[in-house]
């Protein structure tokens, strides 16, 4: 698996909503100006992920974005999938049943995808949002927050 700019930026603007709480609906650009990341760009992925259910979009001069669900209840391997990210290892081969290496190696990259698709859907928006607020603390920062 390899995470794409296109995961990165969406695992950074959900966990920036999660930072923020409840506290109402937040703009792109102010979630693109705290993680640097192109607005223009961010906006299609937000559109991506309201699409999916994981965010709900607010119109109006106080509109933005807002999570659908508590952070407890968004997984990293839901942000990735909503954004098209993928983790499916060799999806075209089917193994040789001649050559018992690539029938091994086959049933290895199987396995190995089961266990990072099972790691990636057990980590929450809220295990990252402590992870952020101990790395703040430990910073002796409180304030801002960039991933």
Do not use: C
């Amino acid at each position: 698996m390899k995470l794409t700019t296109r995961g990165h930026y969406s695992v950074k603007a959900l966990l920036d909503l999660a930072m923020l709480g409840s506290s109402g609906p937040v703009s792109v650009r102010a979630i693109a100006s705290r993680q640097n990341i192109p607005a223009p760009y961010l906006e299609k992925l937000l559109i991506e992920m309201r699409r999916r259910g994981l965010v709900i979009s607010v119109r109006g001069s106080q509109g933005g974005y807002k999570l659908a669900y508590p952070p407890a209840q968004i997984s990293l391997g839901q942000i990735l999938e909503a954004v098209g990210e993928t983790i499916e290892p060799l999806s075209n081969h089917q193994p040789d049943a001649e050559q018992i290496e690539d029938w091994v190696t086959f049933t290895l990259w199987n396995r190995l995808h089961e266990k990072l698709k099972e790691a990636l859907y057990s980590i929450s928006l809220e295990d990252l949002y402590y992870d952020a607020l101990s790395w703040q603390a430990a910073q002796g920062e409180s304030a801002s927050f960039v991933v």
